[in-house]
């Protein structure tokens, strides 16, 4: 019971303050699935009502919380980081955070609108990570670089994520990591509640307010379904039938 203790309390919280989920349990009695453009349509609806900020005034998500999220992936997926410059390429600069033993850079996609700036040949100098899209895992990277590739689960329902990488949702963001050593996608369990609903796998954000998310479904969840680690006991997503 202790575990769905923090599901439960996310799924009270949004009854009682979230107006997209009031409206929808009360047309319902259930909170279906939500999609990502449902979600975007109706970001407004999704924000707690006891933080009532007009939404062109929302300060957005504190860049600390982004980098504490992407460091537990890390972590999930091998990847010390003291010591080590983290870059994630980003479609937007930020400035850089000091965190955790190490500093938290931004690089710009190549498909970011910019005047000029850095570029895919703006390469950092080890030793340092690199998160991003598959293009951008593969390198050539110097010596002491190392390219940590991110996916998404429409992607993994495609071809299985190699161990090491992490899952990122641009909408929800990053949620767990493929652990090396049994090679299953393993949740970030502090922060993300999966589980089968509507013959698909939805996400609940646990802590997140602005917006909140429950029972985000994400694009691929429906080749997905949550069970145990076999080796390590904790929550991670499976093939609903195994890659051949
Ligand atoms: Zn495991």
């Known amino acids: 019971m202790r575990l769905t203790q923090p599901y439960d309390r996310t799924v009270h919280r949004a009854l009682r303050t979230v107006p ?16 990502r453009d449902e979600a975007r349509l109706r970001r407004h609806l999704l924000m707690p009502l006891d933080a009532a ?35 994630e390429v980003a479609r937007s ?5 000091r965190a955790y033993g190490t500093t938290w850079r931004v690089l710009l996609d190549a498909t970011a609108e910019t005047d000029g700036g850095p570029t895919r040949r703006a390469l950092p100098e080890g030793p340092a990570l690199v998160v991003g899209d598959p293009g951008w895992a593969d390198g050539p990277y110097p ?8 996916f998404g689960l429409a992607a993994a329902a495609v071809a299985p994520p190699a161990p090491g990488s992490l899952w990122y949702e641009p909408w929800l963001g990053y949620l767990g990591a493929v ?20 013959g698909s796998t939805v996400l ?8 909140t998310f429950v029972h985000a479904e994400p694009e691929g969840g429906g080749a997905f ?18 890659p051949r």
Do not use: K
Not at 70 to 87: C, F, K, Q, S, T
Not at 143 to 150: E, K, Q, S, Y
Not at 186 to 195: E, G, K, N, S
Not at 225 to 242: K, Q
């Open 143 to 150: 010596d002491g670089v190392v390219g940590v590739a991110r």
């Open 179 to 198: 652990a090396p050593d049994c090679g299953e996608l393993h949740l970030d369990t502090a922060r993300v509640h999966a589980r089968a609903l509507d």
């Open 225 to 242: 379904r949550p069970e145990r680690c076999p080796r390590h006991g904790g929550p991670v997503l499976r093939p609903v039938r195994s």
């Open 20 to 35: 997209h989920y009031r409206e929808r349990y009360a047309a319902t009695g259930t909170l279906p699935p939500l999609t």
């Open 53 to 87: 900020l007009l939404p062109r005034r929302d300060p957005g998500r504190p860049p600390r919380d982004h980098v504490a999220e992407l460091r537990e992936a890390l972590r999930i997926a091998g990847h010390p980081v003291r010591g080590v410059d983290v870059y």
């Open 204 to 211: 609940t954000l646990l802590r997140r307010r602005r917006p």
């Open 93 to 97: 600069l930020r400035d850089p955070v």
